[in-house]
């Protein structure tokens, strides 16, 4: 065990703040087990919180973390004693729509297709300030219930309009994160939802008054951009994305998009109608300006990675770094694409089951990403595809946990590859130190202290001496809640 020095910060100074010893059965992170048992409360971790900074100061051992130095100020007061708890880092969500909170779990039939279900958000969304603020406000509180501490959010616009509601909310309360401002735009002019174009795009993201990569409010939550999907923003509409991302020259900020969600989305990229052109034609934006950049492409990720709408040999829509969601639809010409174009994927397990991707595609071939080295992380789409009582109740939740323990039950992985998905792998999606998201050697690699995601609790009921594999099993395929200890922040 390393002992991180409890006076001195190398950057800050003295440490400040409070001391907070979490006792528990056993430490994981994405590593695998870092503190294998030794009793039910037989591994402990030592940190200092300052506001929503939460400082790792020693972990291992029970015995070995109470001769710490600055064990000996502790009161009575700072120790949280969880029994046969396995304690691990607070969690990554790098995909989520808390602005759509306040609609609340809905069951959907796979077979009555994508678009009716996006007919529902579309007339359920909030669509003035408050009410926003407050779905954002409910989700921020039950991913705090569910051990999530940094987050990817989506900023919806509202009927095609850009809006910095959400983004402020979540920067209000989040420690850490991305909100990503959500526009839309095909075809050109300034016209209106939809079909406004990059025009439109433009000002109504100028009007939001947001510094595109730069953090907003108290905690470290970054603003960036949200081209919606390829069937809703054009080629140029990804330009202007790119463009405002590389603006701030100290930090671009990376651009994320849903890419390969649906059958639908496959049926107007490669042949130019079904159910999405009918919904344009609905709205009133289907021309034929419009209708020419579609039906040319091979695929949604080969329109988007391979340059396609319409055009020859374009160049890619999105950089190295820019984040992708979903990748249901990918076959192995778009894997190697998502290889090239060195883009981050962001898979939501239980949102592709909600909408029965796998009945169109096959199952999801995250594996096949991780092993060509493409980074994959995990998100929970909204509440709207968590089960009811995910979304209802005293067992009310949204993390990554319960996303983790589905590939766990159903698809066989290994517990260290899903924790790394929640934890390193959701922080480098989103920009964020990786090594804020795991709980090993303190004070190590010369550093006297370091920074951490915080700390949480999954109920196991532990008891001393089981293996190291029993543990992982405990945490992604058991059932026991999870609970965050530090920080306490929603």
């Known amino acids: 065990m390393n002992f991180a020095d409890p006076q001195e910060n190398p950057d800050n100074g003295p440490v400040s703040g409070r001391l907070s010893l979490i006792l528990g059965a056993a430490i ?38 109470l001769r710490h130095a600055a064990a000996g100020d502790l009161e009575r007061e700072g120790w949280v004693m969880r029994p ?27 077979a009555r297709g994508f678009v009716e279900w996006v007919g529902m958000v579309r007339a359920e969304r909030a669509r003035d300030e408050v009410t926003t603020r407050v779905a954002v406000q409910a989700g921020l509180a039950l991913s705090a219930r569910g051990g999530v501490v940094a987050i990817g959010d989506i900023c919806g616009a509202v009927e095609g ?38 025009e439109r795009a433009r000002a109504g993201l100028e009007a939001t008054g947001l510094k595109w990569g730069e953090e907003l409010g108290r905690g470290e939550v970054r603003v960036s951009l949200s081209p919606h999907a390829p069937y809703s923003v054009g080629r140029d509409g990804f330009g202007l994305a790119g463009y405002l991302a590389g603006s701030n020259a100290a930090r671009r900020a990376a651009v994320c998009t ?19 052109a009918e ?16 039906g040319r492409d091979r695929s949604p990720v080969a329109r988007v990675l391979g340059g396609g709408g319409g055009g020859v040999g374009g160049d890619p829509w999105l950089t190295a770094g820019d984040i992708v969601v979903h990748c249901n639809d990918v076959d192995d010409e778009d894997m190697a694409l998502l290889m090239k174009a060195k883009v981050h994927v962001v898979f939501c397990p239980r949102a592709s089951a909600y909408f029965g ?14 092993e060509a080295g493409v980074n994959v992380a995990l998100g929970t789409d909204s509440i709207i595809n968590l089960p009811e009582h995910e979304a209802t109740g005293s067992g009310a939740r949204i993390g990554v946990l319960d996303e983790m323990r589905l590939l766990a039950r159903r698809d066989g992985v290994d517990a260290t590859t ?18 804020m998201f795991g709980l090993s050697d303190p004070g190590g690699a010369g550093e ?13 009921r532990l008891e001393a001496h089981v293996s190291r594999a029993a543990v992982l099993e405990a945490v992604v395929k058991g059932d026991g809640a999870v609970s965050m200890v530090e920080p306490v922040w929603a």
């Not at 649906?262 to 159910?275: I, K, S």
């Open 84 to 110: 046969g708890a396995v304690l691990l880092p607070a969690m990554v969500n790098a995909h989520a729509h808390l602005d759509l909170t306040h609609i609340g779990a809905r069951r959907h039939d796979p």
């Open 418 to 435: 899903v924790l790394a998905m929640g934890l390193g792998r959701g922080a480098r999606a989103l920009g964020l130190d990786e090594k």
């Open 357 to 370: 991707a796998a009945a169109h595609f096959g199952p999801h071939r995250y594996r096949e990403m991780l």
């Open 161 to 198: 309009v850009p809006r910095d509601w959400a983004a402020r909310e979540l920067a209000a309360h989040v420690p850490m994160g991305v909100s990503f401002v959500e526009f839309f735009g095909l075809g050109g002019g300034l016209g209106g939802g939809l079909g406004g174009g990059p």
């Open 279 to 294: 919904l344009l034609k609905g709205i009133g934006i289907w021309n034929e300006e419009i209708a020419a950049t579609f």
């Open 28 to 65: 994981v992170d994405g590593s695998g087990v870092v503190v294998p048992p030794g009793g039910n409360m037989g591994a402990a971790v030592l940190v200092r919180v300052e506001g929503q900074e939460v400082t790792l100061l020693a972990t291992g051992p029970t015995p070995d973390v």
């Open 448 to 460: 006297r202290v370091r920074r951490i995601s915080g700390v949480v609790s999954v109920d196991a």
């Open 258 to 276: 849903h890419l390969a969600e649906c059958a639908e989305e496959r049926q107007l990229v490669t042949r130019g109608d079904g159910p999405f």
